[in-house]
């Protein structure tokens, strides 16, 4: 089975031989996309609904995020700015730990975050899929910053409560 990684990894040697033949090329690199329909964010929802949400794991993992509207301006801007070109972290500027991703997520929905989800668990339940939930990568948005990106959302608190207010 192959996880997300390998397949960014093989998507983007794919996207370099397209440079290679003189393309603008623009990878993209997306962290954990939240939107209040699809994606994610529902999913991540579910246990909170019942009451029983929490951390996953240890909970010390990162979570790189961005909302759905900065997504769209990002991609906006990589299609009509002609001097973009290579790899793009999509993501906010500020990751936060599972920890307090489960505790942000748990305040916008006036739930209790205080179940975890052991590593263990998801590892006998979703198997090898338990490595995307476990795994952890700080990602930082550093080109999209030189380049003077403009988040609209940038504080996960703020994030959550403006995506759950959505029709």
Known sequence: MMISGEIGSEWEAEAVKAEALGLRV???RFGIIL???GGALPQMMRPFKFGVGGRIGSGQQWVSWIALQDVVSVIREALQNRAISGALNVVS???TRNVDFAQALGRAMHRPAIVPAPA???ELVLGE???MLLASQRV???RLEQLGFRFSQRDLNAALASILAEP
């Open 93 to 95: 500027p500020q990751p």
């Open 120 to 122: 263990f668990a998801l």
């Open 26 to 28: 623009v990878r993209l």
């Open 35 to 37: 939107a209040k329909h």
């Open 129 to 131: 899929m338990s490595e």
């Open 140 to 142: 930082m948005p550093s």
